[in-house]
């Protein structure tokens, strides 16, 4: 007994310890400042190219044509920007819900997933922005077809996940479960949605920058205000470093605004991202 | 059990002994068709109230089957299930199971999971939210018992294979079931944890008196633990033989390397040794 004790034991601390363990601190550091240098260096490149090529402005604007215009129209920016990240979200909202309804709808019911999966295949096949005049047509231009424009985009990865995370309930706990009496409402409840909880976050922060292209992609096309608008007209009137300046804005967008849901992410379903490490660590599948 | 009974040809125990799990000639078919496979034919076993049944024989046997159908979980194509004189046709609500597989859940910490039945469970479902307190102790003492005292807080994915499968035994018994159906439940072990685990069982067998069913290959693993030994067929499944363990308990390590104890597992291993000769040779 006190052997096989010891030895759990020893398992069990060497599992809690490992976080503890001395960190290698030098290529922590290198691998927190990998993203920046890589990101500094293409911005050297950039600029020593236009110089050496001298490439025209309106063709590629330098780095430094672009900070310049990005600072001159700023807070016309702040103003645009503010609009897609509102119909982004408000979009990502309404994706957040009905793909999830969807997901648990196909997860759970096998008719459900016969039903309406070609239907999902199909949708999900057709370009969105094909669809944004059709909305101009119902809705006008502006907010409304932005928003549901973000909502097609990024309401797909989240059922699909939400889906496959119902999926993955071992049967032998189903079996377990049932054996006890419990419905399979209990067995959703209990199993099935806490199971695709991480894939359901997984989702979010794919969905998130998915919805933002939707948005931008609407305003492209019928809108008064938004990025998406601000550059159409600044390439109208040969602005290329103001367009420059837009997409700079929505890229940096799209890493803000992931990191969020990243950082959402293993915040909620730490569970899951440690038995992941471990089941690697084991070397197993 | 009064001395070594020779194996008898027969799976059935005597009719009238107060048998709390009948089956009474089962088959079981899976799939329609060409594609239909038996899985079990004509397999009769009674379960005394209180016994330890283990359940031996080749692979692909239809033993986890048998599991199925005690449980309610699947219905015999032809025959009769009867639990505790009941014909099973739902669910059992009463049965305790452990796998291989110890199927924790990861973002339960051991005391919640183990007391994930009582969840769901009459009475204690109802019960639960008012006497928490009353059932977690019950809990905690049912992880000391099997030396888990004080790993209640630690999550799965901070146990070994050993300590998960001990946990997943005290979820099989928290709310106290009178059936016990166990599939292969240490076969993922190492053989010292194994036997370590053996004892636990035994032990807390002993102590509460359910009746087990025990689906296992290891013909030690059944020697050690089970009053009856049921030797099953090749697919399609049913009971070719059965031993009686004459051995008193409690068990210890050192009984199973006493020549009588080897002995009946080497006969039954010659058992079933002819049993997957018959299943080479209709296969041919």
Same mark, same amino acid.
Do not use: M, Y
């Given at each position: 007994m006190s052997q096989i004790d010891q030895k759990i034991d020893s398992d069990a601390s060497d599992l809690v310890l490992e976080p503890d363990a001395p960190a290698p601190s030098r290529r922590l550091v290198t691998e927190n400042s990998a993203p920046w240098l890589i990101a500094a260096g293409t911005l050297v490149v950039w600029q020593l190219a236009v110089w050496v090529f001298s490439i025209k402005r309106f063709v590629l604007p330098a780095p430094t044509d672009i900070a310049a215009s990005l600072w001159k129209w700023k807070e016309v920016i702040l103003m645009h920007a503010g609009q897609t990240l509102y119909t982004t979200l408000l979009g990502f909202a309404f994706a957040v819900v009905g793909g999830m309804l969807l997901g648990v709808a196909v997860g759970y019911s096998r008719v459900m997933y016969r039903a309406l999966y070609p239907i999902l295949i199909a949708f999900n096949s057709v370009p969105k922005v094909a669809i944004v005049p059709i909305l101009v047509i119902w809705?006008?231009?502006?907010t409304i077809p932005a928003v549901i424009t973000a909502f097609m985009l990024s309401f797909f990865p989240i059922a699909v996940n939400v889906a496959a995370g119902l999926a993955t309930v071992e049967p032998e706990l189903e079996d377990v479960l049932r054996s006890l009496g419990a419905s399979r409402r209990t067995i959703l409840f209990k199993v099935g949605l806490p199971r695709s909880l991480p894939y359901f976050f997984a989702s979010l922060k794919v969905a998130i920058t998915l919805a933002l292209v939707g948005s931008v992609i609407s305003e492209t096309i019928?809108?008064?205000?938004g990025i998406g608008y601000l550059m159409l007209n600044a390439s109208s009137r040969f602005d290329v470093p103001l367009v420059f300046a837009g997409l700079i804005v929505v890229a940096a967008m799209g890493v803000a605004i992931y990191a969020v849901f990243a950082a959402v992410e293993t915040r909620t379903t730490g569970w899951a991202v440690r038995g992941q490490t471990q089941r690697f660590d084991a070397g197993g599948g | 059990m009064a001395i070594a009974e %020779?194996?008898?040809?027969? !799976?059935?125990?005597? %009719?009238?002994? &107060?048998?709390?799990v009948e089956i009474d000639t089962v088959s079981l078919a899976y799939g329609?068709?060409?594609s239909r496979t038996l899985a079990l034919r004509g397999a009769t076993i009674n379960v005394r109230k209180g016994e330890f049944v283990a359940v031996v024989g080749p692979?692909?046997?239809g033993k986890s089957s048998l599991m199925k159908l005690v449980t309610g979980l699947m219905r015999p194509t032809v025959g009769s299930v009867r639990v505790d004189g009941k014909s099973v046709d739902?669910? $059992?609500?009463?049965a305790g199971m452990a796998f291989? *597989? %110890?199927?924790? $859940?990861?973002?339960? *910490?051991t005391l919640k999971n183990v007391m994930l039945p009582l969840e769901i469970v009459d009475p204690h479902k109802g019960r639960l939210r008012a006497n928490r307190k009353e059932y977690e102790e019950r809990a905690e003492r049912l992880l000391d018992s099997v !030396? $888990?005292?004080?790993?209640?807080?630690?999550?799965?994915? =901070? $146990?070994?294979g050993g300590m998960q499968q001990r946990a997943s035994l005290c979820r099989a018994l928290i709310h106290q079931p009178d059936l016990l159906m166990l599939d =292969?439940?240490?076969?993922? /072990?190492?053989a010292f944890t194994r036997e370590e685990l053996w004892a636990v069982l035994q032990k807390l067998w002993m102590e509460e008196k359910f009746t087990v069913i025990l689906v296992t290959h290891d013909l030690r693993e059944a020697v050690y633990l089970a009053e009856t030994i049921r030797i099953m067929s090749a697919?399609?499944?049913?009971?070719?033989a059965t031993r009686e363990v004459p051995f008193g308990f409690p068990?210890? /390590? &050192?009984?199973?390397?006493?020549p009588e104890f080897v002995d009946i597992v080497h006969e039954l291993r010659e058992h079933i040794g002819r049993e997957r000769t018959t299943q080479q040779a209709v296969s041919q």
């Open positions: 809705f006008g231009i502006g019928a809108s008064n205000a | %020779p194996v008898t040809g027969a !799976g059935a125990a005597a %009719p009238g002994r &107060d048998a709390f329609s068709g060409p692979s692909g046997c739902g669910p $059992l609500k009463i291989q *597989n %110890p199927t924790l $859940l990861p973002w339960r *910490n !030396g $888990l005292k004080g790993f209640g807080n630690r999550h799965p994915w =901070e $146990l070994s =292969e439940p240490f076969a993922a /072990l190492d697919r399609p499944g049913r009971i070719v068990r210890t /390590l &050192d009984d199973t390397f006493k």
